[in-house]
């Protein structure tokens, strides 16, 4: 069965260094989601990307979070200066359509740990 | 703004018990629900998708309804076992397409 691919699975930095995840997500879902999980909590948007585009990234931090998805398959979010709060497990998702209709499917996650 | 809410937060019951999951959303407005299953430290894996012209929607043991008017689902777990011990996840897809979470609910089946 196809996955969304992630790494690393764990990542330890110290605060006010830089850090950036990696996401593959399944050959063909245009539609590609970061989320970000609190311990306890569900996951909450960071940024959607239809193709290359990003379609919504009004809950981003965008003076130390950036997220891009150059050609259209795999993505990047990077995190600089990594904070104390920003300890939460990344996760990435794909779906085939646009809207949804055929489900999502996220990957195994990246679990940060800001020191 | 769309919400979403999990009832209990947490649960515990013998093996082979059947039991229910509640998830209720504030919107009615919306085009899927999808639960999903979370094991401590991993990421989330699919269970069951409703569309929103769906009443439920069954696989193995898990059987999920969707009452779109009401802003209500269920998920319902048939003999349950120690290994459905996980947290599980409500989430409804709203009309930007991205998936508005609730915060689980934390399983434990007790053998």
């Known amino acids: 069965e196809a996955e969304v691919a992630q790494s690393p699975r764990y990542k330890i930095t110290e605060k006010s260094q830089a850090v950036a995840f990696w996401c593959d997500p399944i050959s063909g879902h245009a539609t590609l989601y970061w989320y970000r999980q609190i311990l306890g909590q569900g996951p909450e948007l960071l940024v959607q990307f239809q193709d290359e585009s990003v379609v919504d990234d009004s809950q981003l931090p965008k003076d130390r979070f950036s997220a891009e998805r150059l050609k259209g398959v795999d993505s990047t979010l990077k995190i600089q200066p990594a904070e104390l709060g920003d300890s939460a497990m990344y996760l990435c998702?794909?779906?085939?359509?646009?809207?949804?209709?055929?489900?999502?499917?996220f990957g195994s996650g990246t679990r940060l740990t800001v020191v | 703004k769309q919400e979403v809410t999990q009832i209990p937060a947490a649960l515990s019951v013998p093996e082979g018990e059947n039991l229910v999951l509640n998830c209720s959303f504030t919107?009615?407005?919306?085009?899927?629900l999808q639960w999903f299953r979370q094991d401590p430290g991993k990421g989330l894996t699919s269970l069951l998708l409703?569309?929103?012209?769906?009443r439920e929607q069954t696989s193995g043991r898990l059987n999920a309804s969707l009452d779109k008017s009401s802003g209500r689902s269920t998920l319902y777990i048939a003999a349950s076992q120690p290994g459905d011990s996980a947290t599980y996840l409500c989430a409804v897809s709203d009309s930007s397409y991205k998936l508005i979470f609730g915060s689980g609910t934390r399983l434990l089946v007790r053998p």
């Open positions: 998702a794909s779906s085939l359509g646009s809207q949804g209709n055929y489900g999502y499917t």
């Open positions: 409703i569309q929103s012209s769906q």
């Open positions: 919107d009615s407005a919306i085009y899927n």
